[in-house]
């Protein structure tokens, strides 16, 4: 029995890493961040496939999604139909593409440090994934910290 409940999580596992390599993350970021390219590693390690497009004007892109000043980070993603904004965890896209809510997106305002991409060695932030709407209410999506 103990066998079978293994091979049904690696089953598993390995189906959720397929899944995510089957969707394509399209980031757009700016050639000076480099903190961006850091998330994007973060992203291929968490079995993501990446099409990275740098760019002089990602605020463009942040205009064409609806991502306002208040939700806003240094690069946008866009995957399977949603906005991922920041220094999201791949956990959290994972569990967006898994749960398909009814919203725009999600993202991490700012740039917290601690977060993938952001970090600072044993230094973290106390922040939230949120979802958002095309009207732009935000609501916790994720909690990380206190």
């Known amino acids: 029995m103990k066998l079978t409940k293994q091979l049904l999580l690696a089953s598993s596992l390995l189906l959720n890493s397929a899944l995510l390599m089957a969707e394509e993350v399209v980031v757009y970021r700016s050639p000076s961040c480099s903190c961006c390219g850091k998330w994007v590693e973060h992203l291929k390690q968490n079995h993501f496939s990446i099409k990275d497009i740098v760019t002089d004007d990602v605020q463009a892109v942040k205009d064409q999604y609806g991502v306002n000043a208040a939700l806003s980070s240094c690069h ?8 991922v904004e920041g220094h999201v965890p791949a956990a959290d896209i994972a569990k967006l593409l898994k749960t398909k809510p009814a919203v725009v997106g999600i993202s991490v305002p700012g740039m917290p440090v601690g977060t993938p ?5 044993g ?4 922040y939230d994934v949120v979802s958002f709407d095309k009207q732009g209410k935000a609501e916790v999506f994720s909690h990380y910290g206190n």
């Open 123 to 126: 230094k973290k932030d106390v």
């Open 117 to 121: 991409g952001m970090e600072m060695g």
């Open 76 to 83: 946008t993603a866009i995957i399977n139909g949603y906005v």
